[in-house]
């Protein structure tokens, strides 16, 4: 089921230009994002966020088989999982057991989900702020090889940043004008953007990330992260390995389990 929705619109893998590394936090452990009022609306997701019809769908079969039991939670870490490796990228095993949030919270959404012209500084506290390391930020990050992101998101860098390949944001400026056609996409991953693969840090390194948060990991100035973009770049077996383990570790924050939260009937909203 979530292989076929890729069929119909690769830009559900990221649209906003968040796409998990920066959407993740609040997703994971029991998807209040699902909750049409709240989340949604959050300055980074607004307009934004799809693929709910999948889900709606998947736990419309699952209710008929087993009302329920499954959770919403667990339904959207199986697709993003599922999804990954339909695109020619690695699995791991998803840990199963979450319950759904019985609320959602917008003003944690605008303060928890870095922005794309966040630092890395900001990206690292993000991060650490859930028990992510910045080797977990490098890794996850690596999810931006899908997707696409909105004129408005990139369009200060592409014109203000000096840190840009030229060609590159000549190219970008043509879709993406200093005002006007804020909607206008452009891949995140320019090279294959329809394929979860290490290109996307190979880009970095050329200077040719799309988000101004996503060519902080390479700078140019040295350090640990720089040096993991560098590795990633040349070695897809080793990101392939490391994003599914920090997908493993994202998937551990804070889930509702036991009688705590519910299971949704409907993961548009609460029982």
Not at 144 to 152: D, E, K, L, M, S
Not at 174 to 203: H, Q
Request: aromatic share 6%.
């Amino acid at each position: 089921m979530p292989e076929c929705s890729l069929h119909h619109s690769h830009r559900r893998e990221s649209s906003s230009g968040q796409g998990p590394p920066h959407g993740c936090f609040l997703a994971q452990a029991s998807l209040p994002r699902l909750l049409c009022s709240r989340e949604k609306t959050a300055n980074p997701n607004n307009n934004s966020l799809r693929g709910f019809e999948v889900i709606d769908a998947v736990k419309s079969k699952l209710e008929s088989a087993c009302k329920q039991v499954v959770s919403c939670a667990d339904i959207v870490a199986v697709a993003a999982r599922d999804s990954v490796v339909a695109l020619g990228g690695p699995t791991w095993t998803v840990e199963l057991g979450r319950r759904d949030s019985t609320t959602a919270s917008l003003s944690s959404a605008n303060t928890d989900i870095p922005g794309p012209s966040a630092d890395l500084r900001t990206l690292i506290s993000s991060f650490s702020g859930k028990g992510l390391s910045a080797s977990d930020l490098a890794a996850l990050s690596g999810a931006h090889t899908i997707g696409q992101a909105r004129c408005f998101l990139f369009r200060a860098r592409i014109y203000n940043d000096t840190n840009i390949d030229p060609s590159f944001a000549s190219s970008l400026r043509s879709n993406c004008s200093t005002s006007g056609g804020d909607n206008e996409l452009s891949p995140l991953d320019s090279t294959t953007p329809t394929v979860f693969d290490n290109d996307y840090y190979a880009n970095l390194v050329r200077e040719r990330g799309l988000l101004h948060s996503d060519q902080q990991l390479f700078m140019n100035g040295g350090g640990s992260v720089e040096f993991q973009v560098s590795s990633y770049a040349t070695n897809s077996a080793k990101f392939f390995s490391d994003f599914a383990s920090a997908m493993v570790k994202m998937g551990r924050i804070s889930p509702l389990t036991g009688s705590s939260g519910e299971i949704r009937i409907n993961c548009r909203k609460i029982n």
